[in-house]
């Protein structure tokens, strides 16, 4: 059976690589068909078409029809599955916060979109910054589908405390399992690796506490602006191949014995206040995902997650008018 995908800003940076790679079937498997819709705004119409030809020029086997538009019900008609990027970038001394006010328009224009022309079924991940909040504004224009369906994406940085950890450790990110990003997709998020497990060793008894604290954790909440310095450019190819672990573990199913961090609407787990987006270690089975509960948090833990939920309270309260 095909399945349709929206991908809003393909011809931007992150457009760029997620249209190709899902395309190529990494999202799906080779064998599910894939139909393309891709969403631009009309400056925009040209240099996309330039990537829908690029993508015909690809022969992807699992390639069906390819719709490029700048009309947000187009875009999403019928649509199973929604990445939506297109959003403006930070640059250089900009925290993600700073573009709130400016994306939070097109995020509320879409959620009214998925909600009069997608399947209902949809399973919708909001890359476009600042990511949580913008999932909440589209899920709060789209009525008729279920809540659980936003997400945002936090994957970028669950990935990218892996790597830190399997840096330090000199081991393989492939060993490392049990990491969590609690939070929002900001500098408040908490990576967490308390119960992070490199082999089958617990990772606090190999790394110390200090380092923990004043090497990994704020590497990982600023490896977004480390990106941007090196490059003058936000993270693109990382952010698409994380936009790809996301849906298809949220579709296909996670590690058995691993969980993944996926921001999606509170249910008060963990003490955090209902239905802001929250990111929370996720397990994921027969495209439903559940939050891991009853993980022990010290004092530190609950003082760093407690600080990301008021961010995003605040964030709520700036955009109230568009809820
Ligand atoms: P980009 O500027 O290269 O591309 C964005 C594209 O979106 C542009 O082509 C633009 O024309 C298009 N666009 C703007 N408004 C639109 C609308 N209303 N409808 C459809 N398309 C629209 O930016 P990028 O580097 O691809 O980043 C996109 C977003 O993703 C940014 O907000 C960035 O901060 C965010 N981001 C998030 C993460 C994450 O982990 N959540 C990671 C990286 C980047
Ligand atoms: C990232 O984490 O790389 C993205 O959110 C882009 C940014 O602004 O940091």
Redesign the pocket.
């Known amino acids: 059976m095909p399945k349709t995908i929206t991908i809003t800003g393909a011809a931007g940076q992150i457009g760029y690589q997620l249209a190709f790679r899902i395309a190529s079937g990494q999202l799906l498997g080779i064998e599910t068909t894939v139909n393309l819709k891709l969403l631009e705004i009309t400056p925009a119409l040209e240099a996309l078409k330039g990537v829908a030809m690029e993508l015909e020029d690809c022969a992807f086997k699992a390639l069906g029809k390819v719709t490029i538009t700048d009309d947000p019900s187009i875009a999403f008609g019928d649509s199973d599955f929604a990445f939506l990027v297109g959003a403006k970038?930070?640059g250089p001394g900009m925290e993600?916060s700073d573009l709130l006010i400016e994306n939070a328009q097109i995020f509320s224009v879409q959620g009214k979109a998925i909600n009069n022309n997608a399947n209902k079924n949809i399973k919708v991940l909001v890359v476009g910054?600042p990511a949580n909040t913008n999932a909440l504004i589209t899920s709060a224009n789209a009525p008729d589908i279920n809540p659980k369906s936003f997400s945002a994406m936090m994957r970028?940085d669950h990935n990218r405390a892996i790597a830190q950890l399997a840096k330090k450790t000199n081991t393989h990110s492939s060993q490392i399992k049990k990491v969590t990003i609690w939070g929002n997709?900001s500098t408040t998020q908490y990576p967490d690796i308390t119960n992070a497990l490199i082999g089958s060793e617990k990772a606090k008894s190999i790394v110390d506490q200090a380092w923990i604290e004043n090497d990994f954790i704020p590497r990982v909440q600023k490896?977004?602006?480390e990106?941007?310095q090196a490059r003058g450019l936000?993270?693109a190819a990382s952010?698409a191949s994380a936009a790809i672990d996301h849906m298809s573990d949220w579709e296909l199913g996670s590690s058995a014995d691993d969980w993944i961090s996926m921001a999606i609407p509170s249910d008060g787990s963990y003490g955090i206040s209902d239905g802001i987006i929250f990111s929370y270690p996720i397990t994921c089975k027969d495209g439903e995902y559940n939050i891991v509960q009853e993980l022990d948090l010290d004092q530190f833990s609950q003082e760093s997650i407690k600080a990301s939920e008021q961010e995003l309270l605040e964030e709520r309260e700036a955009i109230k008018h568009l809820l």
Do not use: D
């Open positions: 970038p930070r993600r910054n970028l997709h490896r977004g602006s990106i941007i936000s993270s952010a």
